[in-house]
């Protein structure tokens, strides 16, 4: 028993986007069991890409062959927690944010897939209280509906985390986009973005001939940039102006809100579209079915699921796996850790569902539930490659699945392609 | 089956928000069954309160005595409405919007307690396209999620709908609010605006011996007042100056709106717990009982609670219900249209659960589903009085409420009372 405070303080949440909006420094990452010290390895501490290390070791030189350490102080949840980024340059060319074990108490396991937010608190700050140490601010948000409000804030994917949080175009994209930018006169479309994208990227990337798992990967993250670039274009001049009223500026807010989580909850689906097309997979997106489900994608059509379905019903399901009979279905979800589930009524009929996500970590405990109701992940391969032997094997990247589609006969009739 | 547009047009939802944010004038309302036509009786279309008529007959004098008509032009859902605002001053002095049945089509029944949002297009706006005719937009809400998000949005509660919606403070209010300011440093908390309000209501009405449904009304009324003084006080110097990054442009719109959304949420259960001191009603508010649950009041205090549940179990329920044990649970929810069921599991083992509410209309089916499960309706007596004979006896007043705690000995020991 005891006395409740109607208006307590802020909620963690608004806390960890506040500061990721006022931060310079930023990195977001879902944790692993090896980051939570689950895997018994020796390397104890969150691993941190090395493209971020300079973040992390300010004013250290980082060099293969050395060890460098920098001590920093870490608030969270209130206190503080003294820990220690190193450089593993002698063994490894890893870095790593070491003694946070206190983090993850008192069951680290379940913190398995959860968002871990870090970021640097500016020197400016009045809450900069330690004047030689180095602070640091951290989150772990574990529910997804919390995780996706950072993601939609920040208006970015699970592929943009894992890695320092760029809030800088990239140079190499730029006359890209400027070329663009001069035949656009209001804010382009989601898709309209998105098909950008995918015209810079043949103009630029056209001839690498990477596997699709990278090709994915880039078109979101040239996407990102392009959204990033237009949104500035086109709303610096309205912010830097000032408003006259509240509900004007809350309004403009609401509005870039808005793009931003249209941006990162839609270009996936159309990008995996892409994809497939490239690669002349025959399939149906983003259509209904005659029993008014909406399955993201359906291979090889829509027709093909629907007379797969008949057979079924008239068989008394008597018939041959989905698998077998030729017919898939991928549901497209850039996080999947509470939402997994609404795609078991999704394409009804099918006896395995391929997940399409983004998210870097997905705990046993999930991969264990997903294998018992026949959904299958898949994931870019450099993210599926994190996983331990055990649970990798029990994920797809994109090449296979496209390679599976393939072999079942999922080709597209058109024999030219799309891009023959 | 169909093809998807997976960037649909802007939700209705989040056009509604922004053209309220843009718009000079705008009304809200939670429909009653009059207004959709469902009383037989010989009055059709929404009624207004009459302090709006000015804002829907602009330019014609508004007298007892005559009726006067305009013709508007309604947007709704991508089509118009040709609709008409009369002013009834022959027989009744009321005003209301007709000629409005097509928007309520197919299943007018469903809409009774739905939000209905009445927006003034500005003149200046490119979509202004009737040169003849005034044009309003209008949306019809019916999740209560959605419903509390249009609210949170604007900062209000139920209290400030059925009325034209004021940006304007109260100049009567003025001189005490910037009394109050010259001492504040930072934006106060919630709960310090709340009880400021309940300091202003002392000097100005202090002496008016109204009843307790009013005075819960008027706290309401100049705490929303006083919210919004602040705001206007806090934020305006930093909105007007304009912003660098647009990352802390969205995180200042995120600290207004939940500003905005936390005094909405949580004033309520504050003057409802002054008009009881006020009254010499003890009441635990804001505890949390043996078993981890929270109920927003009990009466005539926690231990009695605990002690008739104690009784109860014992007993195997052979007791007599909470009520005749004098003891009393009580929820507190501005809104209830798909909520109230959460208090269901609140307070468990009394056999009547209390909700005071401020929306203004419920369903007749929500009222009888409400009735099957042991759940009575509080709210201020203007709003009960809306309701038809049958609802209305349903439906008690604050005052008929505290009355019945009076009279079942939930009085307060302290025998001076808070006030006395």
Same mark, same amino acid.
């Given at each position: 028993m005891g006395q409740l405070d109607? *208006?307590?303080? $802020?909620?963690q949440l608004e806390q960890a986007i506040r500061a990721l909006a006022g931060s310079s420094d930023a990195y977001l990452k879902f944790l692993s069991p090896n980051d939570l010290g689950l895997?018994?390895?020796?390397q104890a501490g969150i691993y941190l890409s090395r493209e971020s290390a300079p973040l992390f070791l300010e004013g250290k030189t980082v060099e293969k062959g050395e060890n460098v350490e920098r001590e920093v102080r870490i608030r969270f949840r209130g206190g503080n927690v003294a820990a220690r980024f190193v450089w593993y340059g002698k063994a490894k060319s890893e870095c790593r944010l070491t003694r946070i074990l206190p983090l993850f108490r008192p069951d680290p396991a379940r913190l398995e897939g959860s968002l871990f937010i870090l970021a640097a608190v500016p020197d400016d700050r009045p809450d900069s209280l330690f004047e030689n140490d180095s602070l640091f601010q951290c989150w772990i948000i574990e529910s997804e509906d919390e995780i996706r409000a950072v993601l939609d804030f920040l208006g970015i994917t699970p592929a943009e985390t894992n890695q320092r949080l760029r809030f800088d175009l990239n140079e190499r994209l730029l006359p890209e986009f400027e070329r663009l930018n001069a035949?656009?006169? $209001?804010f382009p479309s989601g898709g309209e973005i998105a098909r950008r994208s995918q015209s810079v990227y043949e103009r630029l990337y056209g001839t690498l001939e990477e596997g699709v798992d990278d090709m994915l990967l880039r078109l979101i993250e040239i996407e990102y940039s392009l959204f990033r670039y237009f949104e500035r274009k086109h709303y610096q001049p309205l912010i830097e $102006?000032? *408003?006259?009223?509240i509900d004007d500026f809350l309004s403009l807010s609401l509005e870039i809100h808005n793009r931003r989580k249209s941006r990162a909850g839609n270009s996936l689906e159309i990008h995996l579209k892409y994809v497939f097309d490239r690669s002349r997979i025959a399939c149906a997106h983003g259509v209904i079915t005659s029993d008014q489900r909406r399955p993201d994608f359906l291979f090889p059509s829509l027709d093909a699921y629907e007379s797969y379905r008949v057979r079924h019903r008239e068989a008394e399901n008597n018939v041959s796996s989905s698998d077998a009979e030729g017919v898939f279905f991928l549901a497209a979800k850039t996080t999947c850790k509470d939402r997994w589930r609404q795609i078991l009524t999704e394409a009804p009929g099918v006896n395995r569902r391929y997940l399409f996500t983004l998210q870097q970590a997905i705990s046993k405990a999930q991969l264990d539930e997903m294998s018992d109701e026949g959904v299958t992940v898949v994931m870019p391969e450099s993210y599926r490659r994190k996983f331990d032997a055990q649970n990798r094997g029990r994920i797809m990247s994109l090449a296979e699945f496209i390679e599976k589609l393939r072999q079942s006969g999922c080709e597209s009739h058109d024999s030219a392609g799309l891009f023959g």
């Amino acid at each position: 028993m005891g006395q409740l405070d109607l *208006f307590a303080d $802020e909620a963690q949440l608004e806390q960890a986007i506040r500061a990721l909006a006022g931060s310079s420094d930023a990195y977001l990452k879902f944790l692993s069991p090896n980051d939570l010290g689950l895997t018994g390895s020796h390397q104890a501490g969150i691993y941190l890409s090395r493209e971020s290390a300079p973040l992390f070791l300010e004013g250290k030189t980082v060099e293969k062959g050395e060890n460098v350490e920098r001590e920093v102080r870490i608030r969270f949840r209130g206190g503080n927690v003294a820990a220690r980024f190193v450089w593993y340059g002698k063994a490894k060319s890893e870095c790593r944010l070491t003694r946070i074990l206190p983090l993850f108490r008192p069951d680290p396991a379940r913190l398995e897939g959860s968002l871990f937010i870090l970021a640097a608190v500016p020197d400016d700050r009045p809450d900069s209280l330690f004047e030689n140490d180095s602070l640091f601010q951290c989150w772990i948000i574990e529910s997804e509906d919390e995780i996706r409000a950072v993601l939609d804030f920040l208006g970015i994917t699970p592929a943009e985390t894992n890695q320092r949080l760029r809030f800088d175009l990239n140079e190499r994209l730029l006359p890209e986009f400027e070329r663009l930018n001069a035949s656009v006169n $209001e804010f382009p479309s989601g898709g309209e973005i998105a098909r950008r994208s995918q015209s810079v990227y043949e103009r630029l990337y056209g001839t690498l001939e990477e596997g699709v798992d990278d090709m994915l990967l880039r078109l979101i993250e040239i996407e990102y940039s392009l959204f990033r670039y237009f949104e500035r274009k086109h709303y610096q001049p309205l912010i830097e $102006e000032g *408003f006259q009223r509240i509900d004007d500026f809350l309004s403009l807010s609401l509005e870039i809100h808005n793009r931003r989580k249209s941006r990162a909850g839609n270009s996936l689906e159309i990008h995996l579209k892409y994809v497939f097309d490239r690669s002349r997979i025959a399939c149906a997106h983003g259509v209904i079915t005659s029993d008014q489900r909406r399955p993201d994608f359906l291979f090889p059509s829509l027709d093909a699921y629907e007379s797969y379905r008949v057979r079924h019903r008239e068989a008394e399901n008597n018939v041959s796996s989905s698998d077998a009979e030729g017919v898939f279905f991928l549901a497209a979800k850039t996080t999947c850790k509470d939402r997994w589930r609404q795609i078991l009524t999704e394409a009804p009929g099918v006896n395995r569902r391929y997940l399409f996500t983004l998210q870097q970590a997905i705990s046993k405990a999930q991969l264990d539930e997903m294998s018992d109701e026949g959904v299958t992940v898949v994931m870019p391969e450099s993210y599926r490659r994190k996983f331990d032997a055990q649970n990798r094997g029990r994920i797809m990247s994109l090449a296979e699945f496209i390679e599976k589609l393939r072999q079942s006969g999922c080709e597209s009739h058109d024999s030219a392609g799309l891009f023959g």
